[in-house]
């Protein structure tokens, strides 16, 4: 999902970052340290951060600053989620292997050692793959790389986000 940065100074607009700068939560918190060493507070510029969503949600500079430095990627994601709904589409999730689903609907050919798909909603999922006794997990991404995680819920956060921007047909 793409984020963007406001920065203000003394109340008034100066600029804002491109959605496409930060299309992860990692970007995002890279390019956040960026502009918060640049556009230091006590010099009167405001920060805030914005998930690219309708509507959007924004996050202050001190909850983000703050959530940020702990340094947790799925913190970040937790600041742009309800809770309650998230924890709805975590339920709707069905397990499938690679041999259940159809290489047309996943594009299961594009992956090598996908050991498991996990479904959350049509055109939703999660890929699990094995390799060399490591499991990953792949969020398949069509404009921009894939996102690739140890951490199912991490990209599950991720994957919540998109669909919350764009419902299934």
Same mark, same amino acid.
């Given at each position: 999902?793409?984020?963007?940065?406001?920065? %203000? +100074?003394?109340?008034?607009?100066?600029?804002?970052?491109?959605?496409?700068?930060?299309?992860?939560?990692? %970007?995002?918190?890279?390019?956040?340290?960026?502009?918060?060493?640049?556009?230091? #507070?006590?010099?009167? =510029?405001?920060?805030?951060?914005? !998930?690219?969503?309708?509507?959007?949600?924004?996050?202050?500079?001190? *909850?983000? &600053?703050? *959530?940020?430095?702990?340094?947790?990627?799925? !913190?970040?994601?937790?600041?742009?989620?309800?809770?309650?709904?998230?924890?709805?589409?975590?339920?709707?999730? #069905?397990?499938?292997?690679?041999?259940?689903?159809?290489?047309?609907?996943? &594009?299961?050919?594009? =992956? #090598?050692?996908? *050991? +498991?798909?996990?479904?959350?909603?049509? &055109?939703? =999922?999660?890929?699990?793959?094995? +390799?060399?006794?490591?499991?990953?997990?792949?969020?398949?991404?069509?404009?921009?790389?894939?996102?690739?995680?140890?951490?199912?819920? #991490?990209?599950?956060?991720?994957? =919540?986000?998109?669909? *919350?921007? !764009?419902?299934?047909?």
């Amino acid at each position: 999902m793409p984020y963007q940065v406001s920065i %203000a +100074e003394n109340g008034a607009d100066l600029f804002r970052t491109s959605p496409y700068n930060a299309f992860t939560v990692q %970007a995002l918190q890279s390019l956040f340290t960026l502009l918060d060493a640049k556009f230091p #507070e006590q010099e009167g =510029y405001t920060l805030t951060v914005r !998930r690219c969503e309708s509507p959007a949600r924004s996050i202050r500079r001190a *909850t983000f &600053g703050a *959530t940020a430095a702990a340094g947790d990627p799925k !913190r970040l994601l937790q600041l742009f989620v309800e809770d309650e709904a998230f924890q709805a589409f975590r339920q709707r999730r #069905e397990k499938f292997g690679p041999q259940e689903c159809g290489d047309d609907e996943t &594009g299961l050919d594009d =992956y #090598e050692h996908v *050991t +498991e798909v996990i479904f959350y909603a049509p &055109g939703f =999922y999660i890929l699990q793959t094995i +390799e060399e006794d490591v499991v990953s997990y792949v969020l398949p991404a069509f404009s921009i790389p894939d996102f690739i995680s140890h951490d199912l819920e #991490e990209l599950e956060y991720e994957l =919540y986000l998109a669909y *919350t921007e !764009r419902p299934p047909f």
